[in-house]
């Protein structure tokens, strides 16, 4: 388990800012009796993240709802992933109002360091175990629902599952169109694999703090993305009907 906690930080700290900023516009289609399961058998295909065959994404909408599914193929990615959370963002187009964010899966600290003393059977089990004893889901800057941890069962109708399954993890998610700010008439969404050091919550009503990996805070300029670093976000603008 050692060993692999290790492999997990040496990836992280080598990603740097690997994400893939370049705004892609796309259509969102439109998509019906999704079961939030983490199953995807509804979905027809998932969009290939800059063609590196490490994770795999789509949206989707109906009347009432935003859908997200994300299939994670890279066994590394799939850690990251499982401990940190796949992290969905509607950035914010009104001055002195934060961005909306949702997390899932979303272990907490104390979780993880007690599954650190803990023997699991393989990789999997490992990486299931972590999804398993999340306790809620991350949110913040929805309108209507209170900031922080939300309950797995709750009356918002915020939905998100997340499984692993033949060597890859899966993961789905719901949220209402009713709930989220920023949509209209155009929207700029992030979503992608959170690499648990960058905060979570950047305010624009303050400072925000960049996260300097595991050696502090860092104050210079990013480092630039190399070729064989895996792109851990992608950046979308859309509408919505």
Known sequence: MR???LGILLLI???G???AQ???KITVPSLSAIEIDADLGEWDTLTNVADESSWFYQLAQDASNLYVAVRVEDPMLQHVAARNGILLTVQSNTKNRDDIQFLFPYPDSEVKRAMMREDHDSDAVYKAALIDRSRGYF???FPTVPNGLLSLNNGYGIQASARMDNGKLYYEALVPKSLLDYITPVATLKLGIHDGLTPLVSSKKKPAVRSGGMYGTYRGRPAP???DKPTLTVLLETTFD
């Open 3 to 5: 060993g692999i906690l």
């Open 22 to 24: 370049k705004k892609q």
């Open 13 to 15: 700290a080598g990603l």
């Open 17 to 19: 800012q690997s994400l």
């Open 225 to 227: 993305r190399s070729k």
């Open 139 to 141: 949110v913040y800057g």
